[in-house]
């Protein structure tokens, strides 16, 4: 081979001189050598000189077609399956956005946000996920699958859907609060044991997480539920170990197996643990800042319709997209480890040693973790094989780009989940820290990979007892049970003492109000009545048609009170309450009467308990869909029937503090406040010495006569807004 054959010349246009470049690099052994570029075409170069990109050098000649080509289809298909998955969030289900987690907390605590657990959402949740995560965003589908589960529970808890033709008789049993929570909370932690293959930690999850009211009988439900779970999983992974399911069961019910042997640590170890759980908690504090305000931001672009919120999605895919095929340029090629011949570089759509661009026996380490699925990313960080596996500037620039653009991507109109981001920020992390400490430390890089995801998602999410065992069931590796469970600890201290949780965060800017398990501070200075609001609408037991619809039409209220006066009772008396959808099937029945009297025994034989059953979501009755004539209106209704005649009362002088913890422990929507001396209860029996004529003048004149209740209280009027709107030079924190 002649000089002429190894050498290329380039001239430039316009210049006195050229340049000269080897490029072949054939060596006299016949091997290749690194110079020789990956992509060349047997045409003259005309357009420009030397592209030198991160370590490679070749000529633009390799770049200006092949490179572009593959881009422009890569952010292609990326950018028609965000813009299909926006577009279900943003014309069919807008509920569907973002994790899912939120809601489902808030729907647990006792808040039915409009179509949060709908089928519609159900279905955007599904095809969704699938388009986001197939997109190339930096989301996870763990969130949307825990509220999959509970939109899947929600279902079955209304007896399915009407609308779209789905409904059993059987399953009209669950129609009611308590059983409907107890099958969303199941729900829930399915959806957590089928996203992480973890069923004990889905239990864990819907304890510590998800649930607000928790009793022992749940405990098995759910367990028994992942339980299921778990079984079904393990016979779909075995139907599809033969790779004819694509890489869904890859890594079987353990999904990151680092379980590489003992684990031993000694004092150095552990102060680099208190290193990794301090520094997770700031980051993870920080996180969480960013996050809200890019949720704020978005709020505002989203506010204008649904497509900007389409536009919105495709701007961050062609970010996402450029970043995943620009960056693996910064870093150089990395001659394969020993022993990973015939998987070094990696073929296919799988693997976890990429080769973008390098010769042959050599990966690019960063477009490793760009270019790949977020399971085999996991998998490369938490591996143990060799520490020089990825590069010092690798981890930092990946760690960079998940976690910045992990904040980006998050509430875009997409189903999106925060854990794969947080683990793919925290494992980078951990690893780039067991890298700059390897010299002092025996732990391998891959369990200090494991404990900085452990020690980002404590910083996020504060949760504890759940992700350890999330964490452990994740890894097959229960001997570093004591370091994961310090780093969490430590973690969640450190990122409490700046911001709440994430999941809190989202709940709060959303404008839930969700009550939390402990009373404010300055509630103790308060009491009951301080807060009531008014003024107080009441039914009689016998109630005018007229009045009930008049109230039903002009409040929104969803409980009113109901006294028995004379000449019902001797005194006005509390009956109890009547809710307004209850109220709703007495007035669309017509069960009226045109006398005040009672006839409640007609009412119970001509209605049944399922008329009353708790709708589902958009079939209640509304008051716009009642008829009633003018003369119905004048006649009459009997309350009691419909009526809880043993609600959940409270003195008036309790403090709110206690009010606020009994009304959420409880599961309550209602709590009645009635006074202490009520007018009415000097009744006394008459004396000798005491006429009953001069007890009544006494009574009426020097006895004001009170109502027999003082007021309603809901969650409402515990939210901190309420309270110190009404009481604004209380101070917050005392």
């Known amino acids: 081979m002649d000089d002429r054959s190894e050498n290329h010349d380039i001239e430039v246009e316009g210049g006195n001189y050229a340049y000269e470049r080897k490029i072949s690099g054939i060596l006299d052994d016949g091997s290749v050598g690194f110079q020789q570029p990956l992509l060349a075409r047997n045409r003259k170069n005309t357009t420009s000189q030397i592209a030198i990109v991160g370590a490679n050098t070749c000529p633009i000649e390799s770049l200006d077609y092949e490179y572009f080509q593959a881009f422009f289809a890569f952010a292609g298909c990326n950018l028609i399956l965000a813009t299909a998955a926006a577009s279900l969030c943003a014309f069919i289900a807008p509920a569907a956005a973002g994790s899912g987690i939120p809601e489902v907390k808030a729907y647990l605590n006792g808040i039915d946000a409009y179509s949060i657990l709908a089928p519609s959402t159900l279905f955007v949740k599904i095809f969704g996920s699938i388009f986001g995560v197939a997109a190339g965003f930096v989301v996870g589908k763990e969130g949307p699958m825990v509220h999959t589960g509970a939109c899947i529970a929600n279902l079955l808890g209304q007896g399915g859907s009407r609308k779209y033709k789905l409904t059993w008789k059987w399953l009209r049993f669950f129609k009611n609060d308590r059983d409907r929570r107890d099958l969303i909370t199941c729900g829930a932690a399915a959806g957590v044991a089928a996203a992480f293959r973890a069923p004990v930690g889905g239990v864990l999850f819907a304890l510590e997480e998800?649930?607000?009211?928790?009793?022992?009988?749940?405990?098995?439900?759910t367990?028994?539920?992942?339980?299921?779970?778990?079984?079904?999983?393990?016979?779909?992974?075995?139907?599809?170990?033969?790779?004819?399911?694509?890489l869904f069961g890859k890594g079987g019910l353990i999904m990151f197996d680092v379980n590489s042997g003992p684990v031993l640590y000694s004092t150095p170890d552990l102060l680099a643990v208190v290193f990794l759980g301090v520094v997770g908690g700031v980051l993870g504090s920080l996180y969480n800042y960013l996050v809200d305000k890019v949720l704020r931001t978005y709020a505002l672009i989203n506010e204008r319709g649904p497509g900007f919120k389409v536009m919105l999605v495709m701007a961050v895919s062609i970010l996402s997209s450029c970043c995943a095929f620009g960056l693996p340029w910064l870093s150089p090629c990395?001659?394969?480890?020993?022993?990973t011949e015939g998987k070094c570089p990696s073929v296919g759509r799988a693997g976890i040693y990429k080769s973008f661009q390098c010769p042959p026996n050599h990966y690019n380490d960063l477009s490793s973790l760009l270019l790949n699925t977020n399971d085999d990313a996991i998998r490369s960080l938490f591996t143990s094989r060799s520490e020089n596996e990825f590069q010092i500037s690798t981890l930092a620039i990946f760690f960079f780009f998940v976690y910045f653009l992990g904040i980006i991507t998050y509430g875009i109109a997409i189903p999106s989940g925060l854990f794969i981001p947080v683990i793919l920020a925290g494992a980078s992390y951990g690893r780039l820290v067991g890298r700059l400490l390897g010299p002092v430390s025996q732990l391998d890089v891959g369990l200090f990979s494991l404990l900085g995801a452990a020690s980002f998602l404590g910083g996020t999410m504060r949760m504890t007892v759940s992700l350890c065992v999330i964490l452990l069931e994740l890894t097959n590796n229960l001997l570093m049970l004591p370091l994961v469970m310090l780093v969490l600890l430590i973690s969640k201290t450190v990122a409490d003492c700046f911001n709440k949780g994430v999941y809190d965060q989202i709940v709060t800017m959303k404008g839930l109000p969700y009550m939390e398990d402990h009373a404010e501070p300055y509630m103790r200075n308060l009491v009951a009545k301080d807060v009531v609001a008014g003024p107080l609408l009441s039914f009689s037991r016998v109630e005018k048609v007229g009045v009930?619809?008049?109230?039903?039409?002009?409040?929104?209220h969803n409980?009113?009170?109901?006294?028995?006066?004379p000449p019902f009772t001797e005194a006005s008396e509390l009956c109890g309450?009547?809710?307004?959808?209850?109220?709703?099937?007495?007035?669309?029945?017509?069960?009226?009467?045109?006398?005040?009297?009672?006839?409640?025994?007609?009412?119970?034989?001509?209605?049944?308990?399922?008329?009353?059953?708790?709708?589902?979501?958009?079939?209640?009755?509304?008051?716009?869909?009642l008829v009633i004539s003018g003369e119905e209106m004048e006649m009459y209704v009997d309350l009691h029937p419909i009526t809880n005649t043993s609600p959940y009362t409270v003195l008036e002088t309790l403090s709110l503090a206690k009010a606020a913890i009994l009304f959420r422990q409880l599961g309550l929507r209602h709590l009645c406040v009635v006074p202490k001396t009520p007018g009415v209860s000097l009744s006394l029996p008459s004396f000798v010495f005491l006429c009953r004529d001069l007890f009544t003048f006494i009574s009426r004149v020097f006895v004001s006569q009170r109502p027999p209740i003082v007021g309603i209280?809901?969650?409402?009027?515990?939210m901190p807004e309420h309270v110190l709107g009404l009481y604004p030079h209380i101070d917050p924190l005392k």
């Open 577 to 625: 309450i009547a809710l307004r959808s209850h109220l709703l099937v007495l007035l669309q029945g017509k069960r009226f009467s045109k006398q005040k009297t009672t006839f409640g025994s007609q009412i119970l034989r001509s209605c049944k308990a399922r008329d009353f059953a708790k709708a589902g979501l958009g079939k209640g009755l509304k008051i716009e869909d």
């Open 548 to 556: 009930i619809w008049q109230a039903l039409k002009m409040t929104s």
């Open 334 to 339: 990395t001659p394969c480890p020993v022993g």
């Open 559 to 565: 409980g009113f009170p109901v006294i028995d006066e």
């Open 223 to 246: 367990f028994f539920t992942t339980a299921v779970v778990a079984v079904v999983l393990r016979s779909l992974i075995e139907l599809c170990r033969s790779g004819r399911c694509g």
């Open 210 to 221: 998800a649930a607000s009211w928790w009793r022992s009988a749940l405990l098995w439900r």
């Open 713 to 718: 209280l809901t969650r409402h009027d515990f």
